[in-house]
């Protein structure tokens, strides 16, 4: 069986970061301080739309972990309490249990930390944009 997760990935992502360490440390700075602002927005608002779906373990687990030196971030439910994360998010077929066979039906699809991502995403490009593209101060 194959691992599912939450994976979100951005093209280039490691040449913009070569290019990013040509950067002045005014505007590593700002970028940084988008990224810190963005993944606390996006564990918020997961938090937020599992909050009715779940009884607590998942919606505590989803966390923010910081890559590149804070240039960068994750935010995801973290094990062993985001266990059942992936059923959430993407639902299951048919079950069964296997001692007695009976049938435990599916789980509908309610995607939680997509529709996160989603929301903040261009509000956090547009910003690194301005930074990186043009000397505007933020």
């Not at 360490?21 to 997961?46: H, N, P, Q």
């Amino acid at each position: 069986m194959a691992n599912r997760g939450f994976y979100t990935s951005v093209e280039g992502t490691e040449d913009t970061i070569r290019k990013l360490g040509l950067f002045e440390v005014e505007k590593r700075m700002k970028i940084k301080g988008f990224v810190k602002d963005t993944s606390k927005k996006v564990r918020s608002t997961a938090r937020k739309e599992i909050q009715n779906i779940d009884t607590g373990d998942t919606k505590r687990s989803i966390r923010i972990k910081y890559l590149f030196e804070g240039m960068g971030s994750t935010v995801k439910p973290r094990l062993p309490k985001g266990y059942k994360a992936h059923w959430i998010e993407y639902g299951t077929e048919d079950r069964t249990q296997k001692k007695t066979g009976k049938s435990v039906g599916r789980m509908k699809a309610t995607p939680f930390m997509k529709p996160a991502e989603e929301k903040h995403r261009n509000e956090f490009m547009k910003n690194v944009e301005k930074v990186v593209r043009k000397d505007i101060t933020i």
